[in-house]
């Protein structure tokens, strides 16, 4: 979800503690995307916007390029981008990185990548259809657009702090999954495979759980609780190879997301993905 982190994502680059549901959501991510990877032959992939989710901008396809596939991405924000580069020589990892203004133009010859995905960032283009249009021309196999599950609990509570005064750059209009199947569509894509996902035990309340109690409940928490929340919990730990149990703990938790009905994932899943291929 995106209106916390327009407002705090440097903090990630300086405390990096993702907490428990950015880095249940990295996970079961990353498990979506090695299968689509596996099935379409993707050996390169570029990710535009790459600024969205809850965390560490800029690692959303990490997990891909330890396996092998080439990475590319986009950023409007020239210092994030930098940051994001940080990140990636830190993982010791190949990284193909470009500053982009507003997303109308992607800069690379037609069928250039397998894959483009775009995470939780639509409403950063400041033109749905010529960003879709371009990233249909770029891509060659398949596209990966994920979107706030906008009948979920956790995006309905966000959004109440959400003005066009307030934030003018971000554009909720532009996470419509009809008008984005509708305009892929036109350019030669057609949707095979969608679905909610990111449905943990909680909610998506887009900050911590500690800090939800204190700041939105006002429950003053123990000192105990405290201590144990400042523990940091980051992905970038196991992709720098010093936390190998990482995703497995975090796997322990999809409980909910393989067995709840359909109904109840419409309210509490945080995000929904859509897979297009070329019109055979």
């Known amino acids: 979800m995106a209106i916390p982190i327009i407002n705090n994502w440097q903090s990630y680059f300086e405390h990096r503690d993702e907490g428990r549901g950015s880095s249940y959501e990295r996970v079961i991510l990353n498990d979506i995307l090695m299968e689509i990877v596996q099935r379409y ?3 390169t992939a570029l990710e535009s916007p790459a600024f969205g989710f809850t965390g560490l901008s800029g690692i959303n396809l990490m997990y891909l390029a330890k396996e092998g596939v080439r990475v590319s991405l986009e ?5 994030r981008l930098l940051m994001i580069q940080d990140l990636w020589q830190e993982a010791e990892l190949p990284l193909q990185s470009a500053f982009n203004p507003d997303y109308k133009r992607l800069d690379y010859p037609d069928a250039a990548f397998d894959m483009g995905f775009c995470f939780s960032a639509l409403w950063f283009c400041e033109d749905l259809a010529s960003y879709l249009q371009e990233l249909a021309r770029v891509s060659r196999r398949c596209i ?14 966000q959004l109440k702090d ?7 750059f971000l554009r909720p209009a532009h996470i419509d999954p009809a008008s984005v199947i509708s305009i892929l569509k036109r350019e030669g894509w057609q949707l095979v495979q969608s679905s909610l996902f990111d449905c943990p035990p909680w909610p998506d309340i887009g900050m911590s759980k ?10 003053k928490l123990p000192q105990k609780a ?5 523990i ?14 990482f995703a497995e703990r975090m796997r322990r938790l999809s409980f909910v997301e393989k067995n709840a009905p359909e109904a109840f994932k419409c309210i509490w899943a945080h995000h929904y993905y859509m897979l297009f291929t070329p019109q055979s």
Do not use: W
Request: aromatic share 12%.
């Open 210 to 219: 500690e800090d939800f109690l204190r700041q939105k409940l006002g429950i």
């Open 162 to 168: 959400y003005t066009p005064e307030k934030y003018p």
């Open 144 to 157: 990966f657009i994920s979107v706030p599950n906008r009948m979920g609990l956790g995006y309905k509570s």
């Open 226 to 230: 405290s201590t144990e929340a400042a």
């Open 232 to 245: 940091p919990l980051c992905i970038m730990d196991y992709y720098l190879d010093k936390d190998p149990g």
């Open 41 to 43: 032959g993707v050996r």
């Open 75 to 79: 950023d409007h924000d020239e210092t």
